[in-house]
């Protein structure tokens, strides 16, 4: 177990056990159901608590999961401004973020999005897209569980004009000629689409390739009637509490579990949780309920700061960045790791695709500041080894990208041009003001605290194992 892993769950564990087994109280209703049976229940408060946290841990990626796609799916047509559109069918997007979007956390203004939510349920559902040349781009499955599927792009498959069947391993349908097979063991997959792009005019040719990307369920693409207003999203949300356990019994028979989650599900089914099961079921004493239910919203709120901190702690113990695990985007049976990552980054790619390296700090381990100036040094042939590209962007405490006067928020492989000094060296000075010093690459800072961000799209070996580390963030005072 990963050091990262075993901070979040000890930290857990201490919330827990300081909020204690009978902190809260069950509705009235909730607890009048199990009143009656409330003496022959096997379940104590203390055993209710603990598993009503291993309860939300399990469920939260796929709780997350269903509530992006039903946000996402809820609009009449594909909307280029929020990446929303209907099942199977792709919202691309028409430009980057920009700092007053607040969409999403970490936005990146490398890569153009295609976003799209599938049902496979009658059928394959045909991704395709034209040749893309030497363009970096690729399409990320997701399943339910946030586990990656599989790949479509320049890494996997090549940049070759492509046809592509998306296929339910629980209804095959008919087969699709021409077209290569990619198997999802359900019904419901996230496709996150991603395509490089530099400046305004590249941008432009860029949209040019996007628009030839097609998905095709069974009895054809849909079509969108000119002028279609998408409308607004229906937003929907996570609960919390009792109804987190009710939600996550029915996304279990929407969404059936791997075989290698029964161990886990065995014990949950002490409380009601599982496909087909509920928690009024469970029969628990209105002790256990409330310690059940306690326990469920503790984990909730402490979810959040704990990922965070975990990461904080790795930064300092890696002159100032952090590094996800090796099985991030490919969980298994690493459940709290899981729910930690789709706490502060749904959807995260395997290592394999993309590496996101995160400096909060400076090589002191002093948070970063727009009071201070730094220095980052890529020393000659050392930038990030890579096949996709790689750059660096910056970001406000809360993960935005920082509104300056140049318009500048990142520097990297496909942000050219690329200043290096003359020994070949890439030098990035992160200050408020524009510097005098010749041949360097400048990122604007915020007035406050700020983050950032180290993309390394296919990654070389030498950084999948880690052997090639991110340079230090140098403080060089006021």
């Given amino acids: 177990m990963s050091r990262a892993r075993r901070a979040l769950l000890s930290g857990l564990g201490a919330v827990l056990v300081a909020a204690g087994p009978t902190l809260g109280s069950a509705t009235p209703a909730a607890a009048g159901a199990t009143s009656a049976v409330s003496a022959t229940s096997a379940v104590s408060a203390t055993e209710a608590s603990a598993l009503g946290q291993q309860a939300y841990l399990y469920g939260f990626p796929l709780l997350e999961f269903l509530r992006v796609q039903d946000t996402e799916t809820s609009v009449r047509c594909p909307d280029s401004n929020t990446g929303d559109a209907p099942v199977n069918s792709f ?28 049902d496979l349920g009658r059928g394959p559902v045909v991704l395709s897209h034209p040749a893309m040349g030497h363009r970096y781009f690729v399409f990320e499955l997701l399943d339910p569980y946030t586990n990656v599927i599989g790949y479509v ?155 965070q901190s975990t990461i904080l ?84 405490a809360a993960g935005y990208l920082v509104a300056n006067p140049v318009h500048r928020y990142s520097v990297g492989s496909s942000h050219p041009p690329l200043q290096r000094k003359p020994d070949g060296s890439v030098v990035v000075l992160l200050q408020r003001t524009r510097p005098t010093e010749a041949h360097v690459n400048w990122l604007p800072t915020p007035s406050g605290g700020f983050r950032l961000t180290l993309r390394i799209y296919e990654p070389g070996r030498s950084v999948l194992d880690r052997a090639w580390q991110p340079p230090p963030v140098q403080p060089l005072g006021a």
């Fill in 153 to 307: 792009g320049t890494r996997t498959t090549g940049s070759a004009a492509g046809r592509f069947a998306i296929t339910w391993t629980g209804h095959r349908g008919a087969q699709v000629p021409g077209a290569r097979v990619i198997d999802s063991d359900y019904r419901r997959v996230w496709v996150i689409g991603r395509t490089l792009a530099g400046g305004a005019a590249d941008q432009r040719r860029t949209q040019a390739l996007m628009r030839q990307y097609r998905l095709t369920p069974p009895g054809g693409a849909r079509h969108f009637a000119p002028g279609c207003r998408p409308g607004p999203p229906r937003r929907a949300i996570t609960p919390t509490g009792l109804s987190f356990l009710t939600a996550l019994d029915r996304g279990l028979v929407e969404n059936p579990p791997p075989s290698r989650d029964r161990p886990l599900l065995t014990k949950l089914a002490r409380i009601g949780v599982g496909p087909g099961r509920s928690v009024a079921s469970a029969h628990l004493s209105p002790a256990a309920l409330a310690a059940l239910v306690a326990a469920v919203k503790v984990t909730a709120l402490a979810l959040p700061s704990i990922a």
């Fill in 91 to 118: 919202a691309n997007a028409a430009r980057f973020a920009r700092p007053r979007d607040r969409i999403v956390v970490a936005p990146n203004v490398d890569t153009l999005y295609s976003i799209a939510h599938l």
């Fill in 313 to 396: 702690d790795l930064a300092k113990r890696h002159r100032g960045w952090a590094d996800p695990a090796s099985d991030i985007g490919a969980y298994r049976t690493d459940y709290k790791f899981r729910a930690g990552v789709a706490s502060i980054g749904l959807g995260a790619n395997t290592r394999a695709e993309a590496v996101y390296p995160t400096a909060l700090t400076d090589d002191r381990g002093a948070f970063l500041t727009g009071s201070s100036r730094y220095r980052l040094v890529f020393k000659p042939g050392q930038t990030p080894p890579q096949r996709g590209f790689w750059s660096l962007t910056m970001y406000d």
